[in-house]
T-cell receptor, first 112, second 107 residues
Framework: DVKVTQSSRYLVKRTGEKVFLECVQDMDHENMFWYRQDPGLGLRLIYFSYDVKMKEKGDIPEGYSVSREKKERFSLILESASTNQTSMYLC???????????FGPGTRLLVL | GQNIDQPTEMTATEGAIVQINCTYQTSGFNGLFWYQQHAGEAPTFLSYNVLDGLEEKGRFSSFLSRSKGYSYLLLKELQMKDSASYLCAVQGNKLVFGAGTILRVKS
């Protein structure tokens, strides 16, 4: 079974703090993705990566950055957290670029 | 542009059949996914359609018509545990998700 894990299930941060969300997959997948999920809006793609040290902007990259130093790990960074970044963050991975994505359990982030 | 539409909420009775529709307009099409997401949990893969027609997998079936930009997910013999959100996602140049349909199964 594919396993995608995320470092925290729940996180509370203050405005202006730097926030790191970590994602690890154990299936040697090339592709990894970060989404945020908000009520009524569905999942929106923030960033994705097709290879180590490679990253591409998704639909809503503003206010975020990512890091992929190792194949199994994809980190999402909020340089200066803002209240509008309060959301559920979901990480996913896939073997091929257009193959089934497998999701982690999500991190519910609250920015005060 | 890209647009995926699905109903916001549906309610059905245990043991019944329910059909969740999804219509889409996307730039490029390489397949359509359905995911199930229970409250507070990760989306889990249900089905994938790339060709027109019906794909059956146990109690769940998924249908695709590429010419109409239309898909549906059919759930038979509904169980209480089927209460969840169902996400339609279209793979074009990237995977685009609909907002999801919350299904409530009542006894």
């Amino acid at each position: 079974d594919v396993k995608v894990t995320q470092s925290s299930r729940y996180l509370v941060k203050r405005t202006g703090e730097k926030v790191f969300l970590e994602c690890v997959q154990d299936m040697d997948h090339e592709n990894m993705f970060w989404y945020r999920q908000d009520p009524g809006l569905g999942l929106r793609l923030i960033y994705f990566s097709y290879d180590v040290k490679m990253k591409e902007k998704g639909d809503i990259p503003e206010g975020y950055s990512v890091s992929r130093e190792k194949k199994e790990r994809f980190s999402l960074i909020l340089e200066s957290a803002s209240t509008n970044q309060t959301s559920m963050y979901l990480c996913a991975s896939s073997f091929g670029q257009q193959e089934t994505q497998y999701f982690g359990p999500g991190t519910r982030l609250l920015v005060l | 542009g890209q647009n995926i539409d699905q109903p916001t909420e549906m309610t059905a009775t245990e043991g019944a059949i329910v059909q969740i529709n999804c219509t889409y307009q996307t730039s490029g099409f390489n397949g359509l996914f359905w995911y199930q997401q229970h409250a507070g949990e990760a989306p889990t893969f249900l089905s994938y359609n790339v060709l027109d027609g019906l794909e059956e997998k146990g109690r769940f079936s998924s249908f695709l018509s590429r010419s109409k930009g239309y898909s549906y997910l059919l759930l038979k013999e509904l169980q209480m545990k089927d209460s969840a959100s169902y996400l339609c996602a279209v793979q074009g140049n990237k995977l685009v998700f609909g907002a999801g349909t919350i299904l409530r199964v009542k006894s």
